[in-house]
């Protein structure tokens, strides 16, 4: 069974940094594109925002609200993506989904349970 487990969120003042890790069990993490989304407070699951992507071979993709203040990177020995979290800002609270793409298409097959990371001002 595919999971996908975010870990490293927290309380933050504004201005500051977190770095998330998501983990995937199973075969094969390398072929697959992964991606970061959020839920902002008084959100509906269906509302996540996308934040970044990377795809198998690295290529990365970011969301204009975060470009130049977040990078997202990958450990293929480990399974793990993760997203650094520089100069954080208030309107970044919310939960962060890590999440794998299909081989196929542009859809997300299988979510992380989410982290919370809440930014204070």
């Known amino acids: 069974q595919r999971q996908l487990v975010e870990s490293g969120g927290g309380l933050v003042q504004a201005g500051g940094s977190l770095r998330l890790s998501c983990v995937a069990s199973?075969?094969?993490?390398?072929?697959?594109?992964m991606g970061w989304f959020r839920q902002a407070p008084g959100k509906e699951r269906e509302e996540r925002e996308f934040?970044?992507?990377?795809?198998?071979?690295?290529?990365?993709y970011y969301a204009d609200s975060v470009k130049g203040r977040f990078t997202i990177s990958r450990d293929n020995a480990k399974n793990t993506v993760y997203l650094q979290m520089n100069s954080l800002k208030p309107e970044d609270t919310a939960i962060y989904y890590c999440?794998?793409?299909?081989?196929?298409?542009?859809?997300?097959?299988?979510w992380g349970q989410g982290t919370q990371v809440t930014v204070s001002s």
């Open positions: 934040v970044s992507r990377i795809s198998a071979d690295g290529v990365t």
């Open positions: 999440a794998r793409q299909t081989l196929v298409g542009e859809n997300y097959e299988y």
């Open positions: 199973g075969r094969a993490f390398s072929f697959y594109a």
